[in-house]
């Protein structure tokens, strides 16, 4: 399966220094060519929790929505990993940014926001 990389959440570490300040975008670069030069390639770890992606490898990801913000990557393939498989201290720093949060449906509407920015409304026919 394949995903924009960024609709997929980083995993909260607390106390560890913000992503921004983890790589400069020379940093960024280096790492993407390493990243296409892997065998592999382009590649994301992800869980599912909560109706939403969250990686397991943060830097990675980094990696991945830097090189999206430039055009050289629309889409990754990502390896879903079970939820229970994760250990639950994982688990607990998985949480969605408000940013992100779906809105509780009301009762005969069909609402998603995804990303903040993308709305479908479904079951609103259109003539």
């Known amino acids: 399966m394949f995903v ?8 909260n570490c607390p106390g560890a220094p913000s992503l921004e300040a983890l790589a400069s975008d020379a940093e960024l670069e280096e ?3 390493k990243l296409l030069a892997n065998s592999e390639g382009l590649r994301l770890q992800v869980v599912e929790k909560d109706g939403h992606y969250f990686t397991l490898n943060n830097t ?3 990696v991945c929505q ?9 889409t990754v ?3 879903t990993v079970p939820l229970k498989s994760v250990p639950d ?6 949480t969605v940014p408000p940013s992100f949060r779906v809105p509780v449906p ?3 509407k069909c609402t998603i ?15």
């Open 4 to 11: 924009a990389p960024s609709t997929v959440l980083y995993t």
């Open 31 to 33: 790492l993407s060519k």
């Open 60 to 62: 990675r990801l980094q």
């Open 66 to 74: 830097w090189m999206e913000t430039r055009g050289q990557c629309r």
């Open 77 to 79: 393939r990502i390896e």
């Open 89 to 94: 201290g994982i688990k607990r720093m998985m």
């Open 106 to 108: 009301v009762a005969g």
């Open 113 to 127: 926001y995804v990303a903040a920015v993308l709305l479908i409304t479904c079951g609103t026919r259109y003539n």
